[in-house]
Nanobody, 118 residues
């Protein structure tokens, strides 16, 4: 399975962006997907999870501002980011965890850069 994240860019504080992650295979066989992010000099941190049953979980720092979703018809994972803050600046990665993959292997996309600055 290959993942390709896109949709990053430069946005002002308070603005919005929608990230996409295209999945090469069928997303219908995936039990769950995550978004992670990594700021310069920092460890990669988990942002959000969505299951194939539609349940979602969020890191406290983004809860109420970000929305994760999966579109099985488009084989795409999304992250809608609203009320962006400077501390949201990072490279964002989509991920299929090993426990969520049909073949038991974790997959990562290459990442898309989000910069929040005035």
């Amino acid at each position: 399975v290959q993942l390709q994240a896109s949709g990053g860019g430069l946005v002002q504080p308070g603005g919005s962006l929608r990230l996409s992650c295209a999945v090469s295979g069928s997303i219908a066989s995936v039990r769950a997907m995550n978004w992670f992010r990594q700021a310069p000099g920092m460890a990669r941190e988990w942002v959000a999870l969505v299951s194939n049953m539609g349940s979602t979980e969020y890191a406290g720092s983004v809860k109420g501002r970000f929305t994760i979703s999966m579109d099985n018809t488009q084989n795409t994972l999304y992250l809608q980011m609203n009320s962006l803050k400077s501390e949201d600046t990072a490279t964002y990665y989509c991920n299929i965890p090993a426990w969520g993959a049909q073949d038991g292997k974790s997959s990562w996309g290459k990442g898309t850069q989000v910069t929040v600055s005035s």
